[in-house]
């Protein structure tokens, strides 16, 4: 049984789907300290001018130790119209607009109170679009306890009989392998080489949401992401 553990962000880019397609389990870490400014709120899409934030705006002033599952979205700004209408206007024309676009507009359309209701939301509707099995769990529902971040880790992998966890390379700086090795549980590092696929507006721009790729690349997606597609880009081929 593999498992990863990951915070939720709003419309992920690309490595978070391929460390989500590796697993059996894909934890959703909705418990930890919100982070301004950061990929809970927002991500980048291509546009004629370049790349672009699309950002939520949250209720996040003097909520210094926040969990991300307590933060409140602004309704009081049009944020849902105002994305929908940036992505219409800069996606249209790409070859598989229509069928992904219409996931986008019936989440606009609903109304979200906490944050992290609609990033849940989007995941799973994006997870299913690329047809990826990995079964989704919100660690709130685990009742897991106040540890340190180690046996936090190790704790979940535990619950589902985990025999591999699956982590992302930057988490080399504080993961004690050898507390995992104690625990029966081998850790595996996500070493993620980002594809180039075809985009519409110009030159290539990696990182960007998986929005992008699905609008570009259709049902081909999962392969490109987990570079089991290879594609070759023409600048300008797309328009």
């Known amino acids: 049984m593999r498992l990863a553990i990951l915070q939720p962000g709003y419309l992920p880019w690309l490595g978070y789907f391929d460390q989500m397609r590796q697993v059996d389990v894909f934890v959703h870490a909705t418990t930890l300290q919100y982070t301004r400014q950061d990929w809970r709120s927002r991500n980048r899409i291509k546009t004629r001018e370049g790349w672009q934030w699309l950002t939520v705006p949250v209720k996040s002033k003097g909520q ?5 599952n307590e933060i409140k979205i602004n309704n009081d700004l049009p944020w849902a119209v105002k994305h929908m209408n940036i992505i ?22 609903r109304r979200w109170e906490y944050l992290v209701e609609l990033d849940l939301y989007l995941i799973n509707c994006l997870k299913q679009a690329l047809d990826i099995e990995t079964k989704l769990i919100d660690i709130a529902h685990l009742n897991i306890g106040e540890t340190g971040k180690n046996q936090r880790l190790i704790e979940v992998c535990l619950k589902f009989n985990a025999d591999t966890y699956v982590s992302g390379a930057a988490a080399r700086s504080y993961i004690n392998e050898e507390l995992f090795a104690e625990a029966g549980i081998a850790v595996e590092y996500q070493d993620y080489r980002h594809p180039i696929y075809p985009q519409l507006h110009g030159v290539f721009i990696p990182n960007l949401s998986i929005i992008d790729l699905l609008f570009n690349c259709g ?19 797309m328009g």
């Open 64 to 68: 210094f130790h926040a969990r991300i």
């Open 88 to 109: 219409r206007q800069n996606y249209c024309k790409a070859p598989y607009y229509k069928p992904y676009a219409a996931i986008l507009e019936d989440a606009y359309q």
């Open 219 to 237: 049902e081909q997606s999962l392969a490109v992401l987990s570079n089991r597609h290879e594609m070759r880009l023409h600048v300008d081929e």
